[in-house]
């Protein structure tokens, strides 16, 4: 409770988590309708997954450059700049549905997600950093899990509003919603107050910097070891996530705004292990939370497409998501605690690549599996792999025993050789 109240007594971390809120609450929301869009377009399992992966397409594409940026420009201009081109998608969405909604084709979403990736993409490396440099290393852990708990709160109302809109607005009345909350959260961005951070990505020659960025993260056993696990985790376990509104509407029979409360089920969960995390002290041991979130994520994906019954399947969804929680907060934590400074835009710009690759990856990969075989195989062959290629970062990395200070003391070690070769 005293380590919460601390990070909120910050009226700048105040407005940038609810910057951040908002900006989540409309993605889920823009997620489920453009997934809904897709299966009643086509009923292809395969366009489905295509959704996903042209969301995540930019990723791999501009990340590392977005990272670059985050630490050469003012931060609260580049979160102004991406959720200005929010406002522009969804108006020209709104127009489109309203003027005549059969003039919609799937090449149009695809198009629409590939740019919500673009600023999702671009917002991400700015908001992280700063949060740390708003509330300091003492206390980014309780902040990161703060606004990890309110991106899950969204995560669990986004769909469940999403199906909610489309069953009694239909698709006008939903964009007109999300352009509303948009333009609200724009005006929010512009009393964002970021501190500036003046490091040497300001004077390096771009390609330089990613250069020195490889070659930090090559000398960090614990990087490699979270790099590693990241792209199998995104390649193998997160794409499943997509195929839930298919599996409510073709295996369960239910209609779209229980799908939505499906959807959300995973979101509950994350709420739940935020909210633990959050209020937990001396957490030493974070790579150890990680590795065990990864396997337990993967163990229960390969349980719940096999239930026959809608309230089993949003249970082991919602314990999935409590390991998704623990996965996502301490996979921020250790990036940021084993990095120097002046390296941590970029670092996150080269985790956001690894999820944007391995997404992008697994989601063909498990859409083709999936149109020849079917949903239950494709999701449970998925997980099976991933428990195996989860055993040589357990093995050849620290992360299941390094405590953070062992962490901060590699990250030091490593910081000389990447200075010298730049």
Same mark, same amino acid.
């Given at each position: 409770r005293g380590a919460l109240w601390c990070v909120l007594q910050n009226s700048d971390f105040r407005?940038?988590?609810?910057?951040?809120?908002?900006? !989540?609450?409309?993605?889920?929301?823009?997620?489920?309708?453009?997934?809904?869009?897709?299966?009643?377009?086509?009923?292809?399992?395969?366009? =489905?997954?295509?959704? =996903?992966?042209?969301?995540?397409?930019?990723?791999?594409?501009?990340?590392?450059?977005?990272?670059?940026?985050? !630490?050469r420009f003012p931060r609260a201009r580049i979160l102004l700049t991406a959720q200005t081109i929010n406002v522009l998608t969804t108006t020209i969405l709104l127009s489109v549905v309203a003027y005549n909604f059969d003039l919609i084709e799937p090449w149009q979403v695809f198009v629409a997600v590939f740019i919500q990736g673009v600023t999702k993409s671009i917002e991400d490396p700015s908001r992280r950093t700063s949060i740390f440099d708003i509330v300091g290393q003492r206390r980014f852990v309780n902040a990161l899990s703060l606004e990890l708990f309110s991106n899950n709160l969204s995560k669990m109302t986004g769909p469940i509003m999403g199906g909610i809109l489309v069953a009694t607005a239909g698709f006008t009345g939903t964009f007109s919603f999300l352009l509303t909350v948009h333009v609200f959260n724009l005006v929010l961005m512009a009393r964002l107050r970021i501190p500036d951070f003046q490091g040497p990505a300001q004077m390096e020659p771009m390609v330089r910097?990613?250069? =020195?960025?490889?070659?930090?993260?090559?000398?960090?056993?614990?990087?490699?070891?979270?790099?590693?696990?990241?792209?199998?985790?995104?390649?193998?376990?997160?794409?499943?996530?997509?195929?839930?509104?298919?599996?409510?509407?073709?295996? =369960?029979?239910?209609?779209?705004?229980?799908?939505?409360?499906?959807?959300?089920?995973?979101?509950f969960g994350?709420?739940?292990?935020?909210?633990?995390?959050?209020?937990?002290?001396?957490?030493?041991?974070?790579?150890?939370?990680?590795?065990?979130?990864?396997?337990?994520?993967?163990?229960?994906?390969?349980?719940?497409?096999?239930?026959?019954?809608?309230?089993?399947?949003?249970?082991?969804?919602?314990?999935?998501?409590?390991?998704?929680?623990c996965f996502s907060t301490m996979q921020s934590s250790v990036t940021m605690l084993a990095t120097s400074h002046d390296m941590r835009g970029r670092m996150l710009g080269l985790l956001s690549v690894c999820i944007g690759a391995g997404m992008s990856l697994g989601a063909l990969v498990i859409g083709l599996i999936a149109s020849t075989f079917s949903i239950q195989w494709s999701i449970s062959l998925n997980s099976l792999a991933g428990l195996l290629l989860i055993v040589p970062a357990i093995v050849f990395t620290p992360l299941l025993w390094q405590t953070v200070n062992q962490v901060v003391e590699n990250s030091d070690s490593v910081t000389e050789p990447a200075g010298e070769e730049a």
């Open positions: 407005i940038l988590w609810y910057v951040g809120t908002l900006g !989540e609450f409309c993605r889920r929301i823009e997620m489920f309708v453009f997934s809904w869009m897709i299966l009643e377009l086509t009923s292809s399992y395969i366009q =489905l997954l295509l959704v =996903l992966a042209f969301n995540n397409l930019p990723r791999p594409m501009i990340s590392m450059w977005t990272g670059y940026i985050a !630490e910097s990613l250069r =020195l960025v490889g070659n930090y993260a090559r000398h960090s056993p614990v990087l490699l070891g979270l790099f590693y696990i990241t792209i199998v985790m995104n390649v193998l376990a997160f794409p499943i996530q997509q195929f839930i509104p298919a599996i409510g509407r073709d295996h =369960l029979g239910v209609g779209v705004t229980l799908v939505g409360l499906l959807v959300a089920a995973d979101g994350q709420l739940v292990g935020a909210g633990i995390m959050a209020i937990s002290r001396d957490l030493r041991y974070h790579g150890r939370i990680f590795v065990l979130g990864s396997i337990w994520i993967l163990v229960i994906s390969s349980i719940f497409v096999w239930s026959p019954w809608y309230s089993l399947t949003f249970g082991l969804l919602t314990m999935c998501g409590i390991a998704h929680s």
